[in-house]
């Protein structure tokens, strides 16, 4: 009887935790991403800018769309419609921020999971013309402190979001 209880539980809590994660993906708030009708170079160009105007460096760039056709048949995976690749395009990058990297690990010294930020950037075959670009969210240490911590970087790289899409 126990273990059907915390089965009960366990899926319960698995069918909410995948539901609210399901909803919040498509608001476009976590993870956050925006989608835009401008060129991809034109994006990718902009973000590169906006992380460079803020003081940071690009640490690297890694080209996922090139990844993907060199490695498909390796993987046998080819999509729906017969392309090696999902992506027209797909890049992320990745950098950090020393001041909220500092803060951050003053506050709890698990959250050296932080850094780098990854931002990622793409535009499918499916959906051509139409370029996302977001971040994959950072995970946190669970004390108090890192709550706080978190939710400056989170508005920070949701600014570069925003500024990059705003061009």
Request: net charge negative; hydrophobic share 40%; glycine share 6%.
């Amino acid at each position: 009887m126990k273990k059907l209880i915390a089965i009960i539980l366990l899926t319960i809590t698995a069918t909410i935790t995948a539901s609210s994660y399901g909803a919040a993906q498509e608001t476009g708030t976590y993870p956050y991403y925006k989608t835009t009708t401008a060129s991809f170079d034109e994006i990718f160009t902009e973000l590169q800018d906006v992380i460079i105007n803020e003081g940071l460096v690009i640490d690297f760039i890694g080209n996922v769309d090139d990844m993907l056709l060199r490695t498909s048949e390796a993987a046998s995976s080819v999509t729906s419609d017969g392309q090696k690749s999902p992506y027209l395009h797909a890049k992320y990058l990745q950098f950090c921020s020393a001041k909220l990297t500092h803060m951050a690990v003053s506050a709890d010294s698990r959250n050296l999971a932080i850094c780098p930020y990854v931002f990622f950037i793409y535009e499918t075959h499916s959906n051509p013309g139409n370029v996302t670009v977001g971040f994959r969210p950072p995970l946190f240490g669970p004390s108090k402190r890192s709550g706080k911590i978190k939710a400056q970087v989170i508005e920070f790289l949701q600014e570069i979001i925003d500024k990059t899409i705003s061009g």
